[in-house]
């Protein structure tokens, strides 16, 4: 698959407002042509507004929420938001959240995230009962994650990783 450079930097807008969102946008001008929104914007009120905003000057747009539901919650979230024109979204989630995101989302990419970048050793292990009981007692966080990616990939993800 060959990507093209002008796709090759996606741009994290990670500041607390939708206006310094716009404002950066403006300012970088058609020197970047990808950015990531995320949580922090999630929580404005504006954040759909902001995705539409971007849409409409050609921009594209990783949604970057790490959706976690059960999987129909997850699905029709997915469905909705490959409406919206969004190209990367990711979720958080297990075999059948993965195969019903893929079900839904038309040409959104949805990216599997395996493992928060930010959890170390103890975190996974105090999260065992939740969404790690799977982990291996000599697995180390990268081996977790690269496991994963095979699920996610048979789940219909489009990646896997960790992220935030």
């Known amino acids: 698959m060959s990507i093209k450079n002008s796709d090759r930097l996606i741009f994290a807008v990670d500041v607390p ?15 970047v042509d990808f950015f990531k929104i995320g949580m922090e914007l999630m929580m404005t009120g504006d954040y759909f507004e902001l ?3 971007l849409v409409e000057r ?5 949604v970057d929420l790490k959706l976690f539901d059960v999987p129909a919650t997850v699905s029709k979230a997915i469905k909705r938001l490959s409406k919206r024109g969004a190209y990367f ?4 989630g297990n075999q059948s959240m993965m195969e019903a995101a893929a079900s839904e989302k038309g040409d959104l990419k949805v990216l599997a995230v395996t ?12 999260l065992g009962s939740v969404s790690y009981t799977h982990l291996r007692a000599h697995e180390t966080r990268e081996d977790r994650v690269w496991r994963g990616v095979g699920v996610k990939k048979k789940g219909g993800g489009g990646g896997g990783g960790g992220g935030g």
């Open 89 to 92: 979204t990711t979720i958080h």
């Open 58 to 62: 050609d921009k594209k747009v990783f």
């Open 51 to 53: 995705l539409d905003w």
């Open 17 to 31: 407002e939708v206006e310094q969102a716009k404002d950066l946008v403006t300012q970088l001008g058609s020197s």
């Open 115 to 126: 493992a928060l970048t930010s959890l170390d050793r103890g975190d996974l292990d105090d």
